[in-house]
């Protein structure tokens, strides 16, 4: 289970890094939306889970 948050919060820096690059770049806004829709997806499966994990009891 430790090993699934760190990737899914890892998938949720390189969501950040990949929006503050696409800032830096002056990219589409589309480009800018998928950014943070994919870091606020990340999130959801963190908290998910970690909720899981602990009704699991990991």
Known sequence: MKQAI???ALGIVLWIVAFVFAV???ADS???WICVV???LG???LR???KKGRKEKI
């Open 6 to 8: 760190f990737v899914i």
């Open 24 to 26: 830096v770049m002056n």
């Open 30 to 32: 589309n480009i800018l």
């Open 38 to 40: 994919g870091a606020l």
């Open 43 to 45: 999130v959801i499966g």
């Open 48 to 50: 998910y889970t970690i």
